[in-house]
């Protein structure tokens, strides 16, 4: 199940799995008018799934945390179905902290982040990433070749999520030329602004456009964008958590202003161990490019920051979520004492 309109509608059925949406609305709304609507959304996604659950007869329910979990979470605890939140995140959402009583089990990405449920609930499980990832099916030179970039030189991949990131394409915009003098880019702008950037490309003399690679979203190419990059700029979503340090992979990261703060938790509990490189927002003009110049020519420092966040990496997380997902199905009966 997933949010009518929602990203993972497309994602879940590129996997090949049947998708149902439901309604949900946000409960962090400060207009009256605007939070009775929300509600209305929620009580009807409650019955959506409440139906779905009877018709599914499921021995476990996973949620990943977001508004759309809600209804969900209600309606398996209603029928004494074991729950399974994962937080991959290093903070929670209003969403995760008011469901994570209705749940057997809270699965968390690190350590740190146990502070924010009862000790008896969690499980350290690691941020599971995709197999391709784990075991680095190529290694550099062969992932450049997937873009016909040049094996043996650097290479930097720049990108701001499924719908891309204005601030960040604007600011690469502006130093593109120079950047392309110390390293091949893979560039992905976003669908909002890829027809802009590539308009912008084609202001590139002859050598530049060899070594740069624009896209406007990878799907199944993404695993090889990232074997092939020495750095790479981001946004801070819950997969840098995971993704980068799987492959060592230093990073900028520039986390997205108002978004609860798990972006900028997230940049800098890669930041503080010395796998990242933050820059703010709001400084994306006038920093991004001393940062990205101070890296590329500092190879022993790049190479640092990628021992830094290969440290990081917990290879066993997907087996550890889907062990604890057999052992609470195994377990009905052992279905955990909510507080209510």
Request: charged share 20%.
């Amino acid at each position: 199940m997933g949010a009518e309109g929602g990203v993972e509608a497309g994602l879940v059925r590129r996997a090949g799995l049947p998708f149902t949406a439901i309604s949900a609305g946000q409960l962090r709304v400060a207009h009256p008018l605007r939070l009775a609507r929300h509600l209305v959304r929620m009580r009807r996604g409650a019955a959506q799934a409440a139906d779905l659950l009877q018709r599914w007869r499921p021995d476990v329910v996973f949620v990943t945390g977001g508004y759309v979990c809600a209804p969900v979470v209600w309606a398996a605890h209603r029928r004494r179905i074991p729950i399974l939140i994962y937080l991959p995140d290093m903070t929670p959402g209003l969403a995760v902290r008011l469901l994570s009583r209705y749940a057997d089990r809270v699965a968390v990405s690190f350590p740190e982040v146990t502070v924010h449920f009862r000790h008896r609930q969690t499980l350290v499980s690691g941020y599971p990433v995709r197999r391709a990832l784990r075991e680095r099916t190529l290694d550099k030179a062969a992932a450049r070749r997937c873009f016909a970039l040049d094996p043996m030189q650097p290479t930097v991949l720049v990108f701001g999520g499924s719908q891309g990131a204005r601030a960040i394409n604007e600011a690469l915009a502006a130093i593109l030329p120079d950047l392309l003098d110390l390293a091949q880019v893979i560039h992905l702008s976003g669908e909002r602004d890829w027809s802009a950037a590539q308009a912008r490309s084609a202001d590139l003399d002859r050598e530049r456009r060899r070594r740069y690679r624009l896209f406007a979203y990878l799907h199944e190419e993404m695993p090889a964008a990232l074997m092939a990059a020495d750095l790479v700029v981001a946004r801070a979503g819950a997969s840098t958590l995971g993704e980068f340090p799987a492959l060592g992979l230093p990073a900028v990261l520039v986390p997205l202003p108002l978004a609860g703060h798990h972006q900028m938790a997230n940049a800098h509990y890669l930041a503080d161990r010395g796998a990242a490189v933050i820059v703010a927002n709001a400084e994306l003009r006038t920093r991004l490019w001393p940062t990205l110049q101070a890296l590329l020519t500092q190879p022993e420092r790049l190479e640092a920051m990628s021992r830094a966040a290969a440290a990081l990496a917990q290879p066993e997380a997907a087996d550890r979520l889907a062990q604890a997902l057999l052992d609470l199905a195994r377990s009905p009966s052992d279905h955990a004492t909510h507080d209510q």
